[in-house]
């Protein structure tokens, strides 16, 4: 199966690829089957490793960081959350014409949802609530700072560029007064937390209708909390949305600002992935048209 290029500097990765890296860093895994993994994510290409394990390689530069970073941390992490998080069982070593690090992670079951068509939406906005919280909980001694731990006003600038090139695609000018009342809204007073940093549909996973695991936390980190609200508007309908604030109590000011992220996000997502990630620029157009419906 092909997969669209979506940077310049992207290499290609193929099951025969992954076959002769599995057979000469794990020989004991050498046999098993591999198949790639249908994806939307942007950082890393998966492969099905046999029946119990995945295998995840960076498909740029810049996500190699991440091997690393979750080795360090989900083992911390994992224990703590409410479901199932990436269990990390094996470190691959450049090879065979790769040339960065890679993972081996247990298989964890379930699908991701689809915005709009979420099976069992109160009980998932109760079970995406429950995974923030216990994450907000978890110690931060030593931790790094989230990708998007940041105040709001630091994606200004990308903000404005999108809308510049959305221009006539959406309706830009009522997602840039609401862009400006979020810039307004009362930065973070607490201490920094833990926060997932991309709870977007792609990195849930859920088993009838509830939620049963989260991946990808190569985001992860302390900062402003906030930044896990994007899941009311890209993932949750309406009526469920005020289940999940209350799970997380989140206070007006919070509120505002996750729901700016949800729109940064999703705007700078949009002309970016038009073209190259189709599910993903998809999802990006619905949590902008939800988040513009709100008004």
């Not at 500097?9 to 076959?19: F, K, S, T």
């Not at 903000?159 to 006539?168: I, V």
């Not at 609401?178 to 809204?185: F, H, P, T, V, Y």
Request: net charge negative; charged share 20%; proline share 10%.
């Amino acid at each position: 199966m092909s997969t669209p290029r979506m940077r310049a500097d992207e290499i290609d990765i193929d099951a025969p690829l992954v076959r002769r890296l599995v057979a000469g860093r794990f020989p004991q895994w050498a046999g098993l089957p591999v198949r790639r993994l249908e994806s939307s994510g942007t950082e890393n290409a998966m492969f099905r490793l046999g029946p119990e394990l995945v295998v995840r390689l960076p498909r740029h530069p810049g996500a190699v960081a991440d091997v690393a970073h979750e080795r360090r941390w989900l083992p911390r992490l994992g224990p703590l959350l409410t479901v199932s998080a990436p269990d990390p069982v094996g470190l691959g070593e450049p090879g065979e014409h790769f040339p960065w690090p890679w993972s081996v992670y247990r298989w964890l079951e379930g699908g991701n949802p689809f915005a709009g068509a979420v099976e069992r939406p109160e009980p998932l906005a109760r079970d995406l609530g429950r995974f923030v919280t216990a994450l907000r909980r978890a110690g931060t001694a030593g931790a790094p700072p989230g990708y998007r731990g940041g105040p709001l006003a630091d994606q200004d600038a990308e903000t404005r560029s999108a809308l510049t090139e959305l221009t006539g695609r959406i309706d830009t000018e009522a997602a840039a007064a609401l862009w400006e009342r979020a810039l307004k809204s009362p930065a973070h007073a607490g201490p920094p937390v833990w926060a997932h940093g991309d709870l977007s549909p792609g990195n849930v996973l859920v088993s009838g209708g509830r939620l049963g695991a989260v991946i990808d936390f190569g985001c992860a980190g302390v900062g402003d909390p906030a930044v896990d609200l994007i899941v009311a508007w890209n993932l949750l309908p309406a009526p469920a949305r005020e289940t999940f604030r209350e799970a997380v109590d989140a206070d007006d000011a919070e509120w505002a600002r996750g729901r700016g992220w949800a729109l940064s996000i999703a705007l700078v997502q949009l002309p970016y992935y038009w073209h190259t990630n189709p599910v993903l620029a998809a999802n990006a157009r619905h949590t902008v048209t939800e988040i513009l419906r709100e008004g």
